[in-house]
């Protein structure tokens, strides 16, 4: 496993890059590579932010000197990290699909499906958590059937409410908060993708985890709603990876 170069954009991080293709097995690698410089327990690192080909290393230059970092970096036996098995969390997140929480699926009505089958196949799949961006608790997930990847709406919607689940292209995701955006909506979740109430747990995910979508009712929906406001709610969280 090699990153291809170190970088320094600013005074206070550095860059390993990992060339320009997505895929799980590069997700895999920059993973593995933040989890074992964290194990360190290096003084001075502030930060690590993992995106599709990147992770960044935020660090305090006034206790950790930038070319010590570099000369740790590169000390890194990184083939034996790249064949290490880290845990994951598995997140399994309830929704419920169409009505007026899924208003674009009859969309894929084009692709000669139906609203179940849309269904299964959302539901069907594992999505690896690639990086989260764009505002808090939102991810960037892999994994989506190709046979319901649809293209953004031409027109944006100005307000879509929290916990919407959409697809755009080749990915699917969730509004962790109210905003505008042109995905095609396709059900909602009750539960917060981001709240302060969970403590360590504020965001139930990191890059290199899984999410689980399941289908719920009406009446669940409301059910599950109500304990999220009362704070009684827990999401199930499942620990994967190694002795599983």
Not at 53 to 63: A, E, G, H, Q, S
Not at 69 to 86: G, K, S, Y
């Amino acid at each position: 496993m090699d990153y291809l170069e170190i970088k320094q954009y600013t005074e206070d991080s550095l860059t390993l890059l990992f060339g320009d293709v997505i895929s799980p097995d590069i997700n895999k690698k920059i993973v593995n590579l933040r989890k074992y410089i964290d194990s360190l327990k290096i003084n001075g690192i502030i930060e690590m932010i993992i995106s599709y080909t990147r992770l960044v290393i935020y660090f305090d230059p006034l206790t950790l000197n930038q070319n010590i970092l570099i000369e740790i970096l590169e000390q890194i036996n990184l083939e034996t990290i790249d064949n290490e098995e880290f845990p994951y969390r598995v997140v399994e997140i309830p929704v419920c699909y169409g009505g007026d929480f899924g208003p674009d699926l009859w969309r894929f009505e084009e692709k000669d499906l139906t609203v179940d089958d849309v269904i299964k196949r959302h539901t069907d799949n594992e999505y690896l958590v690639y990086m989260l961006g764009f505002m808090p608790g939102f991810v960037y997930l892999g994994g989506l059937d190709p046979e319901i990847a649809m293209d953004r709406l031409e027109t944006p919607r100005t307000h879509i409410a929290a916990g919407s689940v959409g697809i755009a292209g080749q990915q699917t995701g969730v509004y962790p908060y109210d905003s505008p955006g042109g995905w095609n909506l396709i059900g909602r979740t009750p539960i917060q993708l981001y709240d302060t109430r969970r403590g360590e747990d504020t965001i139930l995910y990191n890059a290199g985890d899984r999410i689980k979508f399941y289908s719920i009712s009406n009446e669940e929906f409301n059910e599950i709603q109500k304990q999220v406001e009362t704070g009684t709610y827990q999401v199930s969280v499942i620990l994967k990876g190694v002795n599983d």
